[in-house]
């Protein structure tokens, strides 16, 4: 059996952060693992503490899972990025080498493929994205790898239908803007990917169709939204943002450890519990 890797600290950061299953998820694959003395605790930290942060990081530290408003803040305090995190402006990951190194990675892009394919969804040949906000550009990234044909993103705003055809560039993703006031039509695509807020697709549970395909709701807290239930209901597939989140975090303690494989159901199985607890 090869030797465990040395104690050390991880931590998730964001503002506000009181909210976050990410100690949950993993503290328990630090007890599967049998990682003794690992930490990971949470601190509420934004974008004007986050440099002073940094500095005071010590060798003891083997990563960072960040949250919210920093995901852009950090790169220009990294020493590299991985491609994935380039390639939308965005690193939710960051690992700290033995030579003091930190590189900063996007676990949420590979998370969401490996959702959606563990619900059977390899490839579509359309889809379409509610919402045009942080996570709908990581959104468009993982289509680019299961999407073979169009997506239709449904905006509220010419600013962010904008934002929307410049990453749809970057991407190389075919992307066509639709209006919010037609998001009902979003419902009958092979594939919707819900990115807004709680509460705002609630009105369109009522346009769920009698046998829908496939729906990617990225919230886990409150769950299941409205349009979730309705959707599982009538028989559709269902993937949930706990089904991102663990993912990402599997791919998070896999790099920040070096042990492989994390335990995913066990990670699971804890976060379910927790927000059964709430």
Same mark, same amino acid.
């Given at each position: 059996?090869?030797?465990?890797?040395?104690?050390?600290? /991880? +931590? @998730? $950061? *964001? !503002?506000?952060?009181?909210? #976050?299953?990410?100690?949950?998820?993993?503290?328990?694959?630090?007890?599967?693992?049998?990682?003794?003395?690992?930490?990971?605790?949470?601190?509420?930290?934004?974008?004007?503490?986050?440099?002073?942060?940094?500095?005071?990081?010590?060798?003891?530290?083997?990563?960072?899972?960040?949250?919210?408003?920093?995901?852009?803040?950090?790169?220009?305090?990294?020493?590299?990025?991985?491609?994935?995190?380039?390639?939308?402006?965005?690193?939710?990951?960051?690992?700290?080498?033995?030579?003091?190194?930190?590189?900063?990675?996007?676990?949420?892009?590979?998370?969401?493929?490996?959702?959606?394919?563990?619900?059977?969804?390899?490839?579509?040949?359309? /889809? +379409? @994205? $509610? *919402? !045009?906000?942080?996570?709908? #550009?990581?959104?468009?990234?993982?289509?680019?790898?299961?999407?073979?044909?169009?997506?239709?993103?449904?905006?509220?705003?010419?600013?962010?239908?904008?934002?929307?055809?410049?990453?749809?560039?970057?991407?190389?993703?075919?992307?066509?803007?639709?209006?919010?006031?037609?998001?009902?039509?979003?419902?009958?695509?092979?594939?919707?990917?819900?990115?807004?807020?709680?509460?705002?697709?609630?009105?369109?549970?009522?346009?769920?169709?009698?046998?829908?395909?496939?729906?990617?709701?990225?919230?886990?807290?409150?769950?299941?939204?409205?349009?979730?239930?309705?959707?599982?209901?009538?028989?559709?597939?269902?993937?949930?943002?706990?089904?991102?989140? @663990?993912?990402? !975090?599997?791919?998070?303690?896999?790099?920040?450890?070096?042990?492989?494989?994390?335990?995913?159901?066990?990670?699971?199985?804890?976060?379910?519990?927790?927000?059964?607890?709430?």
């Amino acid at each position: 059996m090869p030797a465990r890797p040395a104690a050390r600290r /991880a +931590a @998730v $950061l *964001g !503002a506000p952060i009181a909210h #976050s299953l990410s100690p949950v998820l993993h503290r328990t694959a630090y007890a599967e693992l049998d990682l003794e003395g690992w930490t990971y605790d949470r601190f509420e930290v934004d974008e004007k503490g986050l440099p002073g942060f940094f500095e005071t990081r010590g060798p003891e530290w083997a990563g960072l899972s960040l949250t919210m408003p920093l995901k852009r803040a950090v790169i220009p305090l990294l020493d590299g990025i991985s491609e994935t995190a380039a390639s939308v402006d965005a690193v939710n990951t960051v690992v700290f080498s033995e030579d003091g190194r930190r590189t900063g990675d996007n676990t949420d892009i590979p998370g969401m493929v490996a959702a959606l394919r563990e619900h059977g969804i390899d490839k579509v040949e359309s /889809a +379409a @994205v $509610l *919402g !045009a906000g942080a996570t709908a #550009s990581s959104a468009l990234a993982a289509l680019a790898r299961v999407c073979s044909g169009e997506v239709t993103a449904y905006v509220r705003s010419e600013v962010r239908a904008a934002e929307m055809r410049q990453w749809a560039e970057r991407l190389d993703v075919a992307v066509r803007i639709a209006d919010w006031d037609d998001a009902e039509r979003a419902l009958n695509a092979p594939l919707v990917v819900s990115t807004t807020p709680a509460g705002v697709t609630d009105t369109l549970a009522r346009a769920v169709p009698e046998r829908p395909t496939a729906l990617f709701d990225v919230l886990y807290d409150p769950w299941p939204t409205v349009l979730a239930a309705r959707w599982s209901a009538y028989g559709g597939a269902v993937v949930s943002g706990l089904d991102l989140l @663990v993912h990402q !975090a599997v791919l998070q303690v896999e790099q920040m450890t070096g042990c492989s494989p994390a335990p995913l159901e066990a990670m699971r199985k804890a976060g379910e519990r927790a927000l059964a607890a709430r």
